[in-house]
């Protein structure tokens, strides 16, 4: 059935076969998830947590290869049964290079197993000429702690992209679309747009795909390579593992209910905020949840998150292990008069030197609240300068300084430092940073474009 032929709007039933694209799902689980006869299958690829990078250099986190298994998989079931395939932030980030490698993979696939759909595509990159109005205009403010958006901060970022909402994604369903790929979209939205173009709750369809996006990793035990089914119906939705091994409680529900909030009972997206105060959370004996209470919120002023990238150098690192007992003792002045030899050798020229100690506090730093005396310490030499040839002479110079450093009580002379690997510097490439992370106010069908193209033996744009 398909979403334009939908009679029955009391149950939609929507498949979630991994947390993102390219991280597999066993197919039997899949298959179980299909049996169930979903309305729409929905899949997450991409997300901000490996950081600036891949934004900013245009390539994706995922793997080519996995990325094409999985997806072989879900346009065959989707083209085969006519109910529609919806990918979000396609390739990662979203940018248009993202989107122009995973519709590249879903060519390819059409081509190989000669599939015919209509492919809706949607782009969410964003000209700087569009933020900097939007900034004159008082139309941008910071998100998550952020600091005020400067025109410096815009100019300089190699890409921007805004989070879509749901709305550019029913526009593509009202267009036939069998295939949507969207640009960087709010992680529910791929999972909240039908539900809510069929007249489902909003609310209830937002905090649906909130849980969906992550697919199994809501459920117990939980897996981020795995299948779940969505059921939304007029007053609650219900969350199924199609998995053998695994269920939904109400603690693994309402666990990934907080998942990604600083304020545990609101949830802000494109155009309004999740309101999750009255939500009821009921566990079924046969593994499943229901919930209930879910809220939506309208904004009074439609806005968007925007996330930009800029790269502001380039890094090389060295990997080492310190086991001495005096070293380990006395870490900390090693590495500050490692520090001071190095920037007088290059007359304070250097770059940015950074040392990560493992084994004590190389995770949190000076936040980590458990500091212990190790036997062992692994060592994480970090250097980033203007260039490539920049970043590794100031590696190389940390990794050599501190090598052969005298300290108090020092014994052995044959070096303070060992190596897994040889060689023992890696050129880790551009170093980017977040250079746009806000809120810009706008009308949701103004910055994404949706072009339709008839994927089959006669390709053309519509």
């Avoid at 690829?45 to 996995?66: C, I, K, M, N, Q």
């Avoid at 008069?337 to 290059?346: C, D, K, N, P």
């Avoid at 060689?423 to 980017?432: A, R, T």
């Amino acid at each position: 059935m398909t979403a334009g032929e939908m009679k029955d709007p009391r149950e939609l039933r929507i498949l979630a076969p991994t947390a993102i694209l390219g991280y597999g799902f066993p197919v039997e689980s899949f298959e179980t998830g299909l049996a169930r006869d979903p309305h729409v299958i929905a899949v997450d690829a991409g997300s901000t947590d490996p950081g600036p990078y891949y934004l900013g250099v245009g390539e994706s986190f995922t793997d080519r290869s996995a990325v094409q298994r999985d997806l072989s998989l879900l346009l065959e079931a989707a083209v085969s049964r006519k109910i529609p395939l919806i990918v979000g932030t396609a390739g990662g980030c979203g940018a248009a290079p993202h989107v122009a490698w995973c519709r590249d993979i879903i060519e390819e696939i059409a081509r190989d197993k000669d599939l015919s759909f209509r492919l809706g595509v949607i782009t969410a990159d964003v000209e700087i000429e569009v933020v900097l109005k939007a900034l004159k205009s008082n139309e941008v403010i910071p998100a998550g702690g952020a600091p005020e958006l400067t025109e410096s901060a815009v100019v300089a970022s190699t890409r921007i992209v805004a989070q879509m909402g749901v709305e550019p994604i029913i526009a593509a369903l009202d267009q036939e679309s069998d295939v949507i790929l969207t640009g960087r979209a709010y992680d529910p939205a791929v999972f909240a747009a039908l539900p809510i173009r069929e007249g489902f709750d909003r609310g209830l369809s937002v905090h649906m795909g909130k849980i969906l996006e992550c697919a199994a990793i809501a459920a117990s035990p939980g897996s981020g390579a795995d299948c779940v089914l969505g059921i939304i119906r007029d007053d609650s939705f219900i969350l199924e593992a199609t998995g053998d091994d695994r269920r939904f409680t109400r603690e693994s529900t309402a666990a990934h209910t907080l998942y990604e909030k600083s304020d545990p009972n609101r949830l802000a997206g494109p155009g309004g905020v999740l309101n999750l105060e009255h939500c009821e959370f009921i566990e079924h004996a046969d593994g499943r949840v229901e919930v209930r209470g879910s809220h939506y919120e309208p904004a009074e002023r439609y806005a968007v998150k925007l996330e930009g990238a800029r790269r502001v150098g380039f890094r090389s690192c060295c990997i080492a292990g310190v086991r001495d007992r005096i070293a380990v003792d006395r870490i900390d002045s090693i590495l500050d008069a490692t520090r001071g030899q190095v920037e007088e050798m290059l007359e304070g020229n250097s770059g940015d030197m950074h040392f990560h100690v493992y084994g004590r506090d190389g995770v949190m730093g000076k936040l980590e609240p458990e500091r212990r005396k190790p036997h062992e310490l692994g060592l994480v030499l970090e250097a980033v300068a203007q260039t490539q040839e920049g970043a590794d002479t100031l590696c190389s110079l940390m990794r050599s300084t501190l090598l052969h450093l005298g300290y108090p009580g020092r014994i052995s002379t044959a070096g303070n430092l060992a190596f897994p690997f040889s060689p023992s510097d890696i050129s880790m490439g551009p170093v980017y940073e977040f250079s746009v992370h806000h809120l810009m106010q706008v009308e949701p069908e103004a910055l994404f474009p949706l072009t339709v193209y008839e994927i089959g033996p006669a390709r053309k744009a519509i």
